[in-house]
């Protein structure tokens, strides 16, 4: 079944083009990774699906309902379709776990006491267990970029969206924010990436999709795209990579 | 020398041993410069011709004892005048603030409205303000009390503060990085809720020194309000000297009003710098 489908998709700032025609399909429980030099509109292309942009063509398809359509209300989509940041973006007036419960206590209108168990049961889940009260200046990285994976888990959302979110990590804590994403592929979440990581990408991805200038240049199961690109930029952008 | 200088606990490097000559020399310069420049005002203002006018004018030690107690009795006005002002300022400040960035096509004369507030009250000397709002209104012949300068005075010091509180509001609520609205929008939260439990809590504390110093001022402009006829401190003072034809209670209020406002700047001092060293 498709969940997320892309027909498309245009986005420009100004005369600046960052996503030039975009079609994407990504299935139930798929996990697909968008890899791409930087610039390449990978990015962009997230923040249009989570409707934080508005595109200029196209269309976006979420359970075959058009969620592009100009004057939407953006905020029922949003809260289908979880995000997650490059630089994590947690709320640093507010502790882990009042990161968590924001927003499932204002939109869903649940109260902290019915959340906290289940607050809890997911720090449990993540390795963050003792750490539910802290501020997030008082967590690393890899602990904050945790954090922000449950408090976006929390809206129970059907798709989720990863923004390079292991870039700006200590190379000694990418794995264990790589460990939830391997954890979530099996519970059968639905994920788009965008992502450096080539070796997580081609382990665990079920699909690759390689863009460069705001194009999808090749799309295929990861044995095709890392072990035989069809395409000539691909190799190159992989060979550069990969060095 | 050097014996003094290897006598302490541990043997002190090359690098302390320098930067202890480097402080005694400092300090042993500032001392000097310090003790010349106040020697010299000490021992030539005496010598002015006119000093000794200016001192019984102005230092009477006589005239200051007499009318302490009764300028501190008039500065209880200008506290109350402060303190009802205050959460008034803060409350239409904010309101201000957050009128002149609302997006609702129907609200747009409110937006309209924010920012020609904020433009006249800015622009306008706050005495003007209170002369115009404190003799204006109460001139329409309104009933008792609402004919009253305590109450219009203080209407026009609120409404040429929060023009000023507004903009401080607003410039705390620009520096709260656009990634925080993403993330908050992302997780499917109303504006409303983006701005009010994201965006304002991270705006208000980081404007809290730069307010602190509008309160300062504040405090010190309540004095303007002796223009249109309460009894504070000001017009205390101004009541002392015609009767004693001394200007020595006017160098009592200031003191009074410095005794309040250097430790209140001492304070948003601090919260200034330890709102620095968070950030760095």
């Given at each position: ?243 | ?91 239409l400040g904010?309101l201000v603030a957050?009128a002149r ?13 924010a920012?020609?507030f904020t ?43 929060s023009a000023?509180?507004a ?114």
């Open positions: 079944m498709t969940k997320l489908r892309l027909d498309g998709v245009v986005k420009r700032f100004g005369a600046n083009t960052v996503c030039d025609g975009i079609d994407l399909e990504v299935e139930a429980g798929q996990m697909v990774c968008l890899i791409g030099a930087s610039g390449a509109g990978k990015s962009t292309l997230l923040r249009c699906i989570n409707l934080l942009e508005p595109i200029e063509e196209g269309a976006i398809w979420l359970d075959g309902e058009d969620i592009s359509i100009p004057g939407l209300d953006p905020q029922p989509v949003r809260t289908r379709i979880g995000m997650v940041f490059q630089s994590f973006n947690l709320f640093p007036h507010m502790t882990a776990a009042e990161n968590v419960m924001l927003a499932p206590r204002r939109v869903h209108g649940q109260s902290r006491d019915e959340l906290m168990p289940k607050v809890e049961e997911l720090f449990r889940r993540f390795g963050l267990g003792d750490r539910l009260h802290h501020y997030p200046d008082q967590l690393s990285g890899g602990q904050q970029q945790r954090v922000a994976i449950v408090r976006a888990l929390a809206m129970r959302p059907e798709v989720m969206l990863f923004d390079e979110v292991t870039s700006a990590l200590d190379p000694q804590l990418v794995g264990e924010v790589l460990d939830v994403l391997r954890v979530l592929k099996e519970e059968g979440m639905t994920m788009v990436l965008a992502t450096h990581e080539m070796g997580f990408a081609r382990e665990a991805a079920d699909k690759v999709c390689f863009l460069k200038d705001g194009r999808i240049v090749e799309e295929g199961p990861p044995s095709q795209i890392f072990g035989a690109p069809e395409r000539e930029e691909t190799r190159a952008f992989l060979a550069r990579t990969l060095k | 020398m050097t014996e003094a200088r290897t006598r302490g606990p541990l043997p002190r490097t090359r690098r302390q041993i320098y930067e202890d000559r480097l402080r005694r020399r400092s300090l042993l310069i500032a001392g000097g410069s310090t003790a010349l420049v106040f020697g010299a005002l000490f021992l030539l203002i005496p010598l002015a011709p006119g000093w000794e006018k200016v001192q019984r004018v102005f230092f009477n030690g006589e005239v200051f004892a007499r009318t302490l107690p009764g300028l501190l009795e008039a500065f209880v006005l200008d506290v109350a005048i402060f303190a009802w002002s205050v959460p008034m300022i803060a409350v904010l957050l960035d609302v997006s609702n096509p129907a609200l747009y004369p409110l937006r309209i409205f920012t020609v433009d006249v009250f800015r622009g306008v000397p706050v005495v003007l303000t209170v002369y115009l709002i404190g003799f204006g209104i109460p001139g329409l012949g309104l009933p008792r009390p609402w004919n009253s300068p305590y109450i219009w005075g203080t209407v026009a010091l609120v409404l040429t503060y000023y509180v903009e401080i509001f607003r410039s705390g609520i620009e520096s709260v990085h656009a990634s925080q609205r993403a993330a908050a929008q992302s997780l499917g939260l109303r504006d409303k809720d983006v701005m009010r439990y994201v965006i304002l809590p991270q705006a208000i504390r980081r404007v809290v020194p730069a307010q602190m110093n509008m309160l300062i001022a504040l405090q010190k402009d309540v004095a303007l309000l002796s223009f249109i006829g309460p009894v504070e401190i000001f017009r205390q003072a101004g009541v002392y000297k015609s009767l004693m034809a001394n200007f020595t209670p006017y160098v009592g209020a200031a003191l009074i009003f410095l005794a309040v406002t250097v430790p209140a700047t001492r304070y948003a001092d601090y919260l200034l710098a330890k709102q620095r060293r968070q950030r760095s």
